[in-house]
């Protein structure tokens, strides 16, 4: 889905999570360099968007009118750099309004050769997601039988539907599951709810659900109505989480802990639970902005500000081996004495003298 240069000062939004890999980049070629007009420009049609797109109208309404009186004082007319503005406005807007999804953005010039831009077997965005295997990073059969998933980004459901019913049936004989989002970035909301399907038996149950700015309607987001192979709502789930667990990578460790479906083992998350979506400002410069605030379906609250506080709180790097010693600990109060009671001893020992 391609970007289009903005026309008569309006900023043109895509419908794509801030998370997701941009698809292609507008030519800059003829574009006037950094100059006091391209930084007027910028702002007021910052100022703009935010009014037509922010969820909130009174915030927006509000950060319009700061950004206008900084422009009016000088303050953006200091900087010198595309960068530089962007990280003034960035910072400027963080400071109103607390939301990490707020974020303006220099685009990078595109390469005179527009084939360079486009890699062999697809467009760019698409060879990004196969060479990132749609978010999927390492599956792995740990000590015990337990199952481990490393998952780095949600990318949209049409894109990433196979390749997570893959690893699940690779880790459909598993007893214990744990799911590494310590590097999760987000993206999309469709994605992390057909993610959360295969932890619910129940179709269609309710799991959260978008407010836009009224009068658009509020968008609903469930478990697959439909039969999803390797589902299970009995097997141990633990979830991996650090300060780099944003957004949708966030949501699902909301989503799962307030279900109890799921242990949280690491750090906070990030606490930037809005959705949000790119505006292009002009050919230099592009807004992610929160069209919409995330409610969920059992106590309507998000993990917006505060992110999600772990059931388990202990340093990211020791906590994979923390959940898998949980894990292996639950399955040993579930085994009767045996050989394999015995082998599940040995190997949670193994990782508490690691931890010592």
């Known amino acids: 889905m391609a970007r289009a240069l903005l ?25 006037a ?9 910028t702002v007021e049609t910052l100022g703009i968007t935010l009014n037509r ?14 950004l206008q009186k900084h422009l009016a004082e000088g303050r953006y007319q200091k900087v010198s750099t595309f960068e530089e503005l962007a990280k003034v406005l960035t910072d400027d807007l963080y400071t109103m309004t607390r939301d990490k999804h707020l974020v303006v953005s220099p685009i990078v010039e595109a390469p005179s050769d527009p084939a360079s831009s486009v890699a062999v ?13 749609f978010g999927i990073q390492r599956i792995e059969v740990l000590p015990g039988n337990v199952g481990y998933l490393n998952l780095t980004a949600f990318y949209r459901p049409g894109e990433a539907r196979e390749a997570i019913a893959a690893a699940m049936a690779s880790l459909r004989h598993t007893d214990a599951l744990i799911l590494d989002l310590r590097e999760n970035g987000g993206g999309s909301s469709g994605t992390l709810a057909l993610m959360a399907s295969y932890f619910f038996e129940t179709q269609g149950l309710p799991l959260f659900e978008v407010v836009p700015r009224p009068p658009a309607e509020v968008t609903h987001f469930a478990t697959e109505a439909k039969p999803l ?52 400002l002009n050919a230099r410069f592009e807004v992610t902005i ?21 059931d388990i709180s202990i340093d ?38 690691k931890g010592k």
């Open 121 to 133: 077997g697809g467009t760019s965005r698409e060879v990004v997601a196969r060479r990132s295997n």
């Open 53 to 66: 797109e922010y969820f909130d109208a009174v915030v927006a309404a509000k950060v319009s009118e700061a």
């Open 290 to 310: 929160p069209n919409g605030s995330v409610r969920s379906a059992v106590r309507h609250q998000s993990w917006e500000g505060t992110g999600v506080v772990p």
């Open 33 to 41: 360099p950094f100059n006091p007009t391209l930084v007027r420009e």
């Open 229 to 280: 192979l390797d589902r299970s709502q009995q097997r141990p789930t633990y979830i991996l989480t650090s300060a780099n667990t944003w957004s949708a990578g966030e949501g699902f460790a909301f989503i799962l802990q307030e279900r109890h479906r799921a242990e949280v083992v690491g750090q906070t998350t990030a606490g930037a639970g809005n959705q949000a979506r790119p505006c292009l």
């Open 7 to 31: 026309l008569a000062g309006l900023a043109l939004c895509i419908g794509l999570s801030a998370i997701s890999p941009s698809d292609s980049r507008p030519s800059n070629s003829g574009v």
């Open 316 to 353: 990211p790097s020791d906590a994979l081996r923390v959940a898998h010693a949980r894990a292996l600990r639950g399955l040993m109060r579930a085994v009767p004495s045996g050989p394999w009671r015995d082998a599940l001893g040995g190997y949670l020992a193994s990782l508490e003298a």
